[in-house]
C-alpha cells in the first residue's frame, strides 16, 4: 500500500531507491468521471493506473457524469465505495476533487440553489458624464441608456470633472435622491460632472466564498456526504486521504478583464468598518479614482479587508475541518500568474497558501516561461516559495490542459521538466478521461490516459518524474536571494478600470525579475511581508525554516508593511544586504510612518519621493523597460557570490542538498542542443544521476579549484542533466574524460523498408450532406451542431429526425473494416450502408471505454459506398459532433477532387512521411523492417542507432531483443553487444500522437532517417 507520510514527506537518500523510487513519488493525476462508471472498466483503469507506477489519483467529476448519474448521488458514493474497496486491493491512494467541473465551493451549484442569499455578488461602478444644468434620470431596471438589469444600489455620487482631474474629492452625495426603489434622480448644476453609481450584481452560477455561510454549506453538502458515505474507513489509508480545492475566487465575473467591477460581499461595508474603523461607503469613488490624498490607504484598507474575510471565511474553515478528520488539503488558487489579477482572485495568495497541508498550483497550456512572457514563472515560484516557508515537502502542479491531441511525451517531459526545475515534486496531469467519446474529448484535452498512442510508454514518463521527485522531495532548497511580494504596494495603487503607471511599473519589473533572475542562475523566493516578518535574522541572513537568505530584492514598493521597515533596518544592520528597485517604499501600508522616506533612505542611500517624482516625470524607468539584466546581475553579484554559474542564459537550474549531497537540476526549455560550461560553489569529484534509467557515473571531465567546481554539459533539445556533487575531489580533477572517434556510419533506408500498423488506419470524413423534414436543400455540413450549421433559423421545433449521408470509395474492402460509434450526440441513430441497415450490436472500441465499433465488410463493396446515419436529435447542439471514422487494415489515396479511397494496406514504405504514403489519418505505431549487414571490423566497438522521428517516441528491436525506447530527444540508441558480424534484422517502431484520428488532422508522422555508427573509445588514464 502507499504510505501517506512518505508522499506528503520525504524518504531517505540511496543509489537502490534513485534506481527504483518509490511510487509515492509518481504521478498523481484527476482521474475524470464522465461516463456510465461501469464497474469492470473502472478495475480495468485503476490497474493501468498502478501498471504505470502511479501511487494514486483524484476523483474529479467531469462534463458527461450527469447523463449517467448524479453528481454525490447514491450511484455516485456506491461507485466512490467501489474504487476505494478496488483501490486498496490493487495497492493506490485515492483523493477527491471537492467539485463538479470547477470552480470548487458550489457542491455542483447546489449551495446557491438551496440558498440563493449564498450566491456570490460584485461591485459594479456605472459612470457618465453629464454636462452642466441637466436633468438626470436613470431607471436601475432596466438596460435602456445603461446596463443596470438585476441590479440593487449602493451608492451614487457625483463629482465635477474638474475636481476628478485635479484629485480633489468634492462631490455631490446622490444615494438621498434615490426614487422608486432603483431610479436615480438629480438635476446637476453647472458642471460638467461625473455622476457615478455603484451597484451589487450577482455572479449566478458561483457562491459567495466571502460568506462564512457559503463555506459551512459547500462543506456540508460535498466533504460531510464523503465521510458520512465511508463510514469507519475515512481517513484511514483506504479511505480518503484528501481534498483537493480548485480555483476558488472572490470575483468570477469578467475577472480577466480591465473593467469597473471589485470584488463583493452583501456585509461589505460592515466587514470594512469593523477591521478599519471608518466608512467605505462615501470613499467607494477612491477604489476606482485617485481622489481626496488617502485614496491609497482606502485601496489598501480594502483590499486588506477582501483578503482577510476571504481567508477566514473559505481557507481557513476548510483547512480547519481537513485537519480535524484528519485528511489533507491540498488545491491551488486562481490567476496565480499576474500580480493584477491576484487582487481581484484571492487578495495575497501566500496568506491563502499557508493553509494547504500540501501546496498546489497549476500551469495548463503548452508553453513554459519565456523572456516574452515571464509572468509564467511567477505561479510556479509563487507556490514553490510558499511551499518552503509554509514547510509543504512535496509542491503538486496541475498540467498539461489544453496542450491538445497533437501532445508528444517530449511535450510532456519540456513541460514538466521547466515544473520541476521551478520547484514542483508531483506532477497531476488535467486529466485522465474515463471516456473521450463525443464532446468529452475537447474537456481541456488531450486524455494522458489508456487511449492514447504512447500510452504503453507511459511508465518510463512516471518513472523519470518518480526520481525527479525522489530527489527534491526533502532536504532543503538552495537560493540566497530572496524577492519581496510586492502585494500591499498593488493594492494601493491599483484601479479595476486601467493600469495605472506605478502598478504597472511594479508588475513588469516584478515579473521581469523573476525571469532575468532565473536566467542568471541567482534563484530565489518571493517573501511575503507576514512571512518575512517571522524572519530570524543571524550572521546577515533572513532565516526561516530551511531557508537562508543572503540578499533582499526589493521590485518597486510605494507602500510596505511597518514590520517590513523595521525588518529592513534589522536585516542591513546586521549585515544583511538588499537592493532596491526603481521606487521605494514611502508610505506604510498599515498606518502612520511619516518619516519612512527617511528610514528607507538610510537603508537604501536614494530619497524614495525623489525617485518617485522622476518616475512620474518620465526621467527615470524601471528594469524592465530599459532590459537592464546586465545592471542586475552586476548589483546581485557586487552583493552575493554565485552559486551557479552557467555560460548560457537560456538553461534554468535548480539546487538542493539532501543527505549531505547536493543535487543540481538543469534544464534546456529550447529547441536547440546547448553545449555549457558549469561552475559551482564548493570543490567535489561530481556525478551524474540519470533519471532515464537510474544509473549514476562521474561527470568528466571536471576541475575542482580556487573553492569552486567546474564541468561541462551537453543538454539536448527540452533536455535536463541531474548533478550530484558531495563527495570531495579525486585523482580525476583535470583529467579528460574518454573520447568516442566515429569509427564508421551506416545510413538505414535505401528504397522502401517493411512495414507494418500495431492500430487500424483510419479513414476520416468530416463532411455530409443532411436532410431534415422541412428542409428543400441539403446541405453540407460538418462535424458539431448542426442547427448552427443551417442558413437559416430552425423553425421545425424538437425533436426532429435527420439523416446524415456520405460516399466512401473503396478500391479494397478489408476483412477488419468497421465503423466507430463517436459523437453521434442525440436521443438514437439508425446506420445503413448502401440501402441495408447494420444490425450488429456495438462492441467496445479498441481505444476508448464508451466508443463502440460495428462491422463493414459484409456492406462495403469496391466503388461507391454510401453511409446514412439517421440520428433523433433533441437541441440545436446535437448532430455529428465528431467526425466519422472508419477503422481496418487498408491504407488512404487521394482520388482526386478532395476524396479518399481505401487501398490495400502498405507491405513496405520510404522514409519519410506516413501522410504521403497512405496514412494521412493513422494513429498508433508503424514498425520499419530492414535487414543490415554488419561487417566483422566492428566487432569490439560501441555502435548506436540515431534517428529522426519528429518528435514522436521511438523503439528499436535487434534480432528480437529489444534495445530500448527513445521517448523525447536524443533519439540515440546503445546497440552495442547486440548486433553481431553479418545479416541483422531491426525493427524500428515509431508512435506518434492521437491528432490525426480525432480530428483529421494530417500531422506529419515517420522514420525520417535512421542510421548505425560505430565509435572506437579511448581510455584515459588516471
Not at 504510505?3 to 520525504?10: F, Q, R, V
Not at 534554468?652 to 561552475?679: M, W
Not at 563527495?727 to 551506416?746: H, I, K, W, Y
Not at 545479416?983 to 483529421?1000: A, F, H, Y
Amino acid at each position: 500500500m502507499v504510505d501517506k507520510a512518505k508522499l506528503l514527506n520525504s524518504e531517505p537518500l540511496s543509489r537502490e531507491k534513485f534506481q527504483n523510487p518509490s511510487r509515492e513519488f509518481g504521478i498523481m493525476p484527476f482521474w475524470f468521471w464522465n461516463g456510465e462508471m461501469n464497474r469492470d472498466e473502472m478495475e480495468y483503469q485503476l490497474r493501468e493506473y498502478y501498471a504505470k507506477g502511479m501511487p494514486g489519483l483524484f476523483i474529479h467529476a467531469r462534463f458527461g457524469i450527469r447523463e449517467h448519474m448524479a453528481y454525490l448521488g447514491e450511484d455516485w458514493f456506491d461507485r466512490v465505495r467501489f474504487t476505494l474497496e478496488k483501490a486498496q486491493e490493487i495497492g493506490l491512494q485515492v483523493w477527491v476533487y471537492d467539485e463538479y467541473n470547477w470552480p470548487s465551493g458550489t457542491a455542483g451549484q447546489t449551495v446557491q440553489a438551496i440558498d440563493p442569499g449564498l450566491t456570490q455578488v460584485y461591485l459594479q461602478l456605472v459612470e457618465g458624464d453629464l454636462p452642466g444644468q441637466f436633468f438626470s434620470f436613470m431607471e436601475g431596471t432596466d438596460s435602456r441608456y445603461n446596463d443596470l438589469e438585476e441590479s440593487e444600489p449602493v451608492y451614487a455620487c457625483a463629482v465635477k470633472l474638474e475636481d476628478l482631474r485635479a484629485g480633489r474629492f468634492e462631490y455631490v452625495d446622490l444615494t438621498p435622491s434615490l426614487s422608486f426603489d432603483k431610479v436615480l434622480t438629480w438635476e446637476a448644476p453647472k458642471g460638467p460632472w461625473k455622476q457615478m453609481y455603484f451597484i451589487e450584481r450577482k455572479a449566478g452560477w458561483y457562491t459567495d466564498v466571502l460568506n462564512p455561510e457559503t463555506t459551512k454549506r459547500f462543506l456540508e453538502y460535498t466533504h460531510e456526504r464523503y465521510k458520512a458515505a465511508q463510514g469507519g474507513r475515512f481517513a484511514q489509508d483506504h479511505g480518503v486521504l484528501g481534498f483537493y480545492t480548485d480555483e476558488p475566487a472572490m470575483l468570477y465575473f469578467e475577472a480577466g478583464r480591465d473593467n469597473y467591477v471589485l470584488p463583493w460581499s452583501k456585509k461589505m461595508f460592515r466587514i470594512f468598518r469593523e477591521r478599519n474603523g471608518y466608512d467605505l461607503r462615501r470613499n467607494l469613488p477612491k477604489l476606482f479614482y485617485d481622489l481626496g490624498g488617502d485614496y491609497d490607504r482606502v485601496r489598501h484598507d480594502f483590499w486588506n479587508a477582501l483578503s482577510d474575510q476571504y481567508d477566514e471565511a473559505y481557507y481557513k474553515r476548510i483547512a480547519g475541518w481537513c485537519e480535524s478528520n484528519g485528511v489533507v488539503f491540498t488545491g491551488h488558487l486562481l490567476h496565480e500568474e499576474s500580480l493584477r489579477m491576484h487582487l481581484k482572485s484571492g487578495g495575497n495568495l501566500f496568506k491563502h497558501l499557508s493553509h494547504l497541508g500540501l501546496t498546489g498550483v497549476d500551469h495548463l497550456y503548452p508553453r513554459v516561461g519565456t523572456r516574452e512572457m515571464p509572468n509564467e514563472h511567477v505561479a510556479l515560484k509563487i507556490a514553490s516559495s510558499a511551499a518552503h516557508h509554509f514547510g509543504s515537502a512535496r509542491l503538486l502542479c496541475e498540467s498539461m490542459g489544453g496542450s491538445y491531441w497533437d501532445c508528444t511525451m517530449e511535450r510532456m517531459k519540456w513541460i514538466a521538466d521547466w515544473e520541476y526545475v521551478l520547484g514542483v515534486n508531483i506532477f497531476n496531469p488535467h486529466g485522465y478521461h474515463y471516456s473521450i467519446e463525443g464532446e468529452r474529448k475537447r474537456d481541456w484535452p488531450p486524455s494522458q490516459f489508456y487511449h492514447h498512442t504512447w500510452w504503453e510508454y507511459y511508465g518510463l514518463f512516471n518513472a523519470y518524474l518518480s526520481r525527479a521527485g525522489y530527489v527534491l522531495t526533502g532536504g532543503r532548497h538552495v537560493a540566497k536571494i530572496a524577492v519581496l511580494y510586492p502585494i500591499h504596494s498593488m493594492w494601493a495603487n491599483f484601479t479595476p478600470q486601467k493600469k495605472d503607471k506605478i502598478s504597472s511599473l511594479i508588475e513588469e519589473d516584478f515579473v521581469y525579475m523573476t525571469d532575468r533572475l532565473l536566467r542568471l542562475h541567482a534563484d530565489f523566493d518571493y517573501m511575503d511581508e507576514d512571512v518575512l516578518a517571522g524572519c530570524e535574522i543571524r550572521d546577515g541572513k533572513l532565516l526561516i525554516r530551511d531557508e537562508a537568505y543572503e540578499l533582499l530584492l526589493l521590485p518597486p514598493c510605494t507602500h510596505i508593511k511597518g514590520s517590513t521597515a523595521d525588518m529592513l533596518e534589522k536585516f542591513v544592520s546586521s549585515g544583511g544586504k538588499v537592493i532596491g528597485g526603481a521606487l521605494l517604499p514611502y508610505r506604510l501600508a498599515d498606518g502612520g510612518g511619516e518619516d519612512l522616506p527617511r528610514r528607507m533612505e538610510a537603508v537604501f542611500g536614494r530619497n524614495p519621493l525623489e525617485m518617485r517624482e522622476r518616475f512620474l516625470s518620465g526621467t527615470a524607468k524601471g528594469i524592465a523597460e530599459t532590459d537592464g539584466m546586465a545592471r542586475l546581475k552586476k548589483l546581485i553579484f557586487e552583493q552575493v557570490t554565485p552559486d551557479v554559474e552557467i555560460d548560457s542564459e537560456e538553461v534554468f537550474c535548480l539546487h538542493r542538498i539532501k543527505d549531505g549531497q547536493n543535487f543540481y537540476f538543469f534544464v534546456n526549455p529550447t529547441q536547440e542542443t546547448l553545449a555549457v560550461n558549469v561552475s559551482i560553489e564548493g570543490e567535489y569529484a561530481p556525478e551524474l544521476w540519470n533519471l532515464e534509467d537510474g544509473k549514476t557515473a562521474p561527470l568528466l571531465p571536471y576541475r575542482a579549484e580556487s573553492g569552486r567546481t567546474f564541468f561541462p554539459l551537453k543538454l539536448y533539445p527540452f533536455g535536463s542533466a541531474l548533478a550530484a556533487a558531495g563527495n570531495s575531489p579525486d585523482g580525476r580533477s583535470g583529467v579528460p574524460a574518454p573520447e568516442e572517434t566515429l569509427f564508421a556510419r551506416m545510413d538505414i533506408g535505401a528504397g522502401k523498408l517493411g512495414f507494418s500498423m500495431t492500430k487500424p488506419n483510419t479513414l476520416v470524413r468530416g463532411r455530409w450532406k443532411l436532410e431534415a423534414p422541412g428542409l428543400e436543400a441539403q446541405p453540407e455540413v460538418g462535424m458539431g451542431a448542426w442547427e448552427m450549421q443551417l442558413p437559416t433559423e430552425w423553425e421545425g421545433g424538437y425533436p426532429v429526425d435527420l439523416t446524415f449521408t456520405a460516399t466512401v470509395l473503396a478500391g479494397y474492402v478489408a476483412e477488419d473494416l468497421r465503423l466507430m460509434i463517436d459523437g453521434f450526440k442525440g436521443s438514437g441513430w439508425e446506420l445503413s450502408v448502401n440501402g441495408r441497415q447494420v444490425k450488429e450490436t456495438p462492441e467496445r472500441s479498441y481505444l476508448d471505454a464508451e466508443i463502440k465499433t460495428v462491422p463493414l465488410k459484409d456492406y462495403f463493396k469496391i466503388g461507391e459506398n454510401l453511409i446514412s446515419l439517421k440520428l433523433a436529435v433533441c437541441k440545436k447542439s446535437d448532430g455529428l459532433v465528431d467526425p466519422l471514422k472508419i477503422i481496418g487494415s487498408f491504407a488512404v489515396e487521394s482520388a482526386g477532387g478532395g476524396t479518399d479511397r481505401m487501398v490495400p494496406p502498405p507491405a513496405a514504405i520510404e522514409l519519410g512521411d506516413w501522410v504521403n504514403q497512405g496514412l494521412p489519418f493513422y494513429s498508433g505505431s508503424g514498425v520499419y523492417t530492414v535487414s543490415v549487414d554488419i561487417p566483422s571490423d566492428w566487432d569490439n566497438k560501441k555502435v548506436y542507432l540515431t534517428a529522426d522521428v519528429g518528435g514522436d517516441v521511438l523503439e528499436c528491436y535487434v534480432n528480437g531483443t529489444s534495445a530500448g525506447v527513445r521517448p523525447w530527444q536524443p533519439y540515440r540508441l546503445d546497440l552495442t553487444g547486440l548486433l553481431a558480424s553479418g545479416s541483422n534484422k531491426l525493427d524500428l517502431k515509431v508512435t506518434n500522437t492521437l491528432i490525426n484520428m480525432l480530428e483529421g488532422v494530417r500531422k506529419r508522422s515517420g522514420l525520417f532517417s535512421a542510421a548505425l555508427e560505430a565509435y572506437e573509445t579511448e581510455a584515459v588514464a588516471w
